[in-house]
């Protein structure tokens, strides 16, 4: 199988840590059979400075044939006056609008090199490794009416809805059940159904879907409120949680925080199965276009190494592939190499290229196991 791939390396160091994927991506080309096609497109400011808009339909086709995007970072200072739909980060919205990309995967993984840098104690962090599932297209940031208006009295009064449907709920619960099956067969449930009508159809539909289909995963449902605390308390008590739009977006930040820097998050965004178990897919590092250091050689690559990983497992069904990336990246912080971000005392300060030489240097080294475990999602 040739697996089509879409590069949109997009504006500020996006461009930077894309190049080094793709010579990642080489790699697998050469030493582990990984047959492929990429092509390059523009997005973002890049593409409204030279297009005229965040994302053309020719790159949409492009995206849409494709059976996984990568994606690098968008926008930065030169295009922040811009009118709403001028602005790069509408290039996103409409890519996981169009590709149908409802559910976010959110890995918060501690390196045990990496424990001193997180904001918790080495002890809480060390090992840590969960999942956040987000639903990423509806709740309260789509929801109708979605307004603000004037009030008779001269007040003005703004409504963001808070909607989902069971089949919304359904869909993204099995996503993070088949996840769970893959990882220590765990979900936590997260939403408020102590306060929300959502909430109470979310556990419901949850619930209904986990007995129906998934009685073999371990469920617990908890609260979005104490799932925050507990994520700062004890994280390493979950393994899979799945959650809405807006506590996803808020409980997804506050595990990355676990994990250290933001150099080091990668995400996938998964849309539906088609009839062949085919699904739409983009890839990309948690971080944006870092206008403070890019063209400088500076940032981490390792975020979207990672995202690479993802989508090795994910889209790829290339387990072992995805894993030896990964040890590779963990055999690279252990031999003490370190951007800027991740910098500590007695290491070694590197660059972007070097960073993704000694990536490569460490595909080498490792043992390769058989490729083709064919499970994914
Ligand atoms: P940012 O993630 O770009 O940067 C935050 C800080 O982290 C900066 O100091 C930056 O230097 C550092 N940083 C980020 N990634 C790094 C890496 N790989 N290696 C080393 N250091 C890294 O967030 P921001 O500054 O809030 O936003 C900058 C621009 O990026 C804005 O235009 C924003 O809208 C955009 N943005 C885009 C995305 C995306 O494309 N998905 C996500 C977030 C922000």
């Known amino acids: 199988m040739t697996y089509k791939i879409l590069l949109l390396p997009g ?5 930077e840590v894309i190049a080094e994927v ?10 582990r059979g990984l047959s492929f096609t990429t092509e390059t497109a523009l997005v973002g400011g890049a593409a409204l400075d030279a297009e005229g808009t965040p994302v053309t339909d020719a790159t949409m086709k492009l995206a849409l ?13 030169k295009w922040d006056g811009n009118s709403f739909d001028k602005k790069p980060e509408r290039a996103l919205l409409r890519l996981r609008k169009d590709l149908g990309l409802f ?8 390196f045990d090199a990496l424990t001193d840098a997180s904001s918790l104690r080495p002890e ?5 490794d969960i999942l956040i599932v987000r639903e990423l297209t509806g709740g309260v940031y789509f929801g ?22 069971t089949s919304e709920i359904q869909r993204i619960a099995r996503v993070a059940f088949d996840l769970a099956r893959l990882r220590k067969n765990q979900v936590a449930s997260a939403e408020k159904s102590n306060v929300m009508v959502s909430g109470v159809l979310w556990r419901e539909e949850v619930t209904k879907v986990h007995k129906a ?5 371990q469920l617990s449902h908890i609260l979005a409120d104490n799932c925050a605390m507990q994520l700062v308390r004890n994280p390493k008590q979950f393994d899979v949680i799945v959650t809405d739009n807006l506590f996803g977006d808020m409980l997804s930040d506050e595990a990355a925080q676990a994990a250290g820097s933001i150099g080091m998050l990668p995400s996938a965004s998964l849309g539906a199965k088609d009839a062949n178990g085919k699904q739409k897919a983009l890839y990309e590092p948690v971080h944006g276009s870092a206008p403070d250091i890019a063209g400088k050689g500076l940032a981490n690559p390792l975020a979207c190494i990672l995202s690479l ?8 069904a290339r387990v072992n592939d995805a894993v030896l990336l990964e040890k590779a990246v963990e055999k690279v912080l252990n031999d003490g190499l370190r951007t800027g971000d991740i910098m500590q005392p007695g290491k070694t300060k590197v660059g972007t290229k070097a960073m993704g030489d000694a990536v490569l240097a460490a595909l080498d080294a490792l043992p390769n196991e058989a490729a083709g475990d064919t499970r994914s999602i």
């Not at 494709?66 to 926008?75: I, K, R, T």
Request: a negative charge; hydrophobic letters at 40%.
């Open 11 to 15: 504006d500020g160091i996006g461009a």
């Open 22 to 31: 793709e010579r990642v991506l080489s790699w697998y080309g050469k030493h």
């Open 65 to 77: 044939e494709s059976d996984a995007v990568l994606f690098g970072a968008v926008g930065g200072p």
């Open 103 to 110: 559910a976010n995967l959110r890995p918060a993984i501690c």
């Open 124 to 128: 809480i962090v060390a090992g840590l």
């Open 144 to 165: 109708e009416p979605k307004e603000i208006t004037t009030l008779p009295n001269g007040e003005r009064r703004a409504v963001d809805s808070q909607v989902y449907t």
């Open 213 to 217: 289909e998934y009685a073999d995963v």
């Open 309 to 316: 990983a993802m989508c090795l497992r994910y889209s790829f």
